[in-house]
């Protein structure tokens, strides 16, 4: 009698383990997967994020006495429709801040001039992304500045233009 006790015994245990495999093998198991493939993935993003497009060794740092002022001209944007519903523009002023002690100064800066229209292409379709609401937040004029010096960097191919003031107006 006790042999057959302790043989359901057994077999209850056994049944129990087989069970609680059973649970973490399709619960347990992708979720760690589904956790595993996040975290793979924000580390892909933050790695995407420190390589930079521009060449390597550039020094980002200049001297105020070596910057020079390019003032463009006026421009006219659509901005993305807002919660509204309506139609808005933005008016842009815009002028590029470029440091003459750059390297590449000689060689881009008479470039600048005829490049015009690409710089105001760049401007424009940055601001154009974002609706009348959105443009109004630190936030998003801070990016907007930010990815505008970029894509004008990646343009020259150079950091000769270390920044861009950017001030708009929505209508």
Known sequence: MKKNMLTILVIILCVVNLT???YIVFTV??????TDNLITRIMQIIDLELESPLPPNINNTYDIENIE???????????????????????ITASLTINNADEDYAKLNPKVET?????????KTN?????????GTPEVKKAVK????TDIQTLFNSTFIVDVTVDYLIQ
């Not at 601001?127 to 443009?135: A, F, R, T």
């Not at 930010?146 to 010096?149: C, D, R, S």
């Open 29 to 34: 198991v992708p979720n760690a997967q589904r």
């Open 115 to 123: 490049m015009k229209s690409d710089i105001t292409s760049i401007i």
């Open 127 to 135: 601001v154009s992304k974002y609706n009348n609401e959105q443009l």
């Open 69 to 91: 002022k390019y003032e463009l001209e006026d421009m006219t944007t659509n901005v993305a429709a807002g919660s509204d519903g309506k139609a808005h523009f933005a008016k």
């Open 20 to 22: 609680l495999s059973a």
């Open 146 to 149: 930010e990815q505008i010096v």
